[in-house]
T-cell receptor
Framework: AQKVTQAQTEISVVEKEDVTLDCVYE???????LFWYKQPPSGELVFLIR??????QNEISGRYSWNFQKSTSSFNFTITASQVVDSAVYFC???????????????FGKGTKLSVKP | DAGITQSPRHKVTETGTPVTLRCHQT?????MYWYRQDPGHGLRLIHY???????DKGEVSDGYSVSRSKTEDFLLTLESATSSQTSVYFC??????????????FGPGTRLTVL
């Protein structure tokens, strides 16, 4: 079975603190794809990053960085020097590999609500 | 931003009434999806379409039907709405079913309340 677990339901930090959002996934596929989406208070879903299972390189984009570790089935997301505008619900998602329609079924975690206080 | 609109954006209806939600895209993407978002569940796939008149079920399809008569429009219908279908509904699109080098882009969402 495919599953994504975001154990942190809510996190509250003070501006400029670093914060890491955890994501653990389960899949039997050897090829799969992992995603992070941001949902700000306005409600839309904003794509942040995709990572393919065959590419374990970590990635940094400005204050955002992602740590993908297949050995622990984790794809964690770190925000450095957090800002109030980072306040949102963050979703980790898994897309199965293989063939057919199942590839398009994004399996989402339940989300982590991040509140950044000034 | 991907050109995806959803209508209506908000709707309140009564149990037992039919409801149709519309998703419209201007990106000419082949694949379209309907998800529902509920507290404590994240997003879950209801139905998806892989072309005009080609649709298939997702994880939580019971009580829903879909239709796609044009590339740009994907309709979600609740034949007889129930309170358990109170949710926020998101439409998504993608160029390819495989997300190896693509991602799904989401519409703004429709908040549906069934009384």
């Amino acid at each position: 079975a495919q599953k994504v677990t975001q154990a942190q339901t809510e996190i509250s930090v003070v501006e400029k603190e670093d914060v890491t959002l955890d994501c653990v996934y389960e899949t039997r596929d050897t090829t799969y794809y992992l995603f992070w989406y941001k949902q700000p208070p306005s409600g839309e879903l904003v794509f942040l990053i995709r990572r393919n299972s065959f590419d374990e390189q970590n990635e940094i984009s400005g204050r955002y960085s992602w740590n993908f570790q297949k050995s622990t089935s984790s794809f964690n997301f770190t925000i450095t020097a957090s800002q109030v505008v980072d306040s949102a619900v963050y979703f980790c998602a898994l897309s199965p590999g293989g063939y057919g329609g199942s590839q398009g079924n994004l399996i989402f975690g339940k989300g982590t609500k991040l509140s950044v206080k000034p | 931003d991907a050109g995806i609109t959803q209508s209506p954006r908000h709707k309140v209806t009564e149990t037992g009434t039919p409801v149709t939600l519309r998703c419209h895209q201007t990106e000419n993407h082949r694949y379209m999806y309907w998800y529902r978002q509920d507290p404590g569940h994240g997003l879950r796939l209801i139905h998806y379409s892989y072309g005009v008149k080609d649709t298939d079920k997702g994880e939580v399809s019971d009580g829903y039907s879909v239709s796609r008569s044009k590339t740009e429009d994907f309709l979600l219908t609740l034949e007889s709405a129930t309170s358990s279908q109170t949710s926020v509904y998101f439409c998504a699109i993608s160029e390819s079913i495989s997300l190896a080098y693509n991602e799904q882009f989401f519409g703004p969402g429709t908040r549906l309340t069934v009384l």
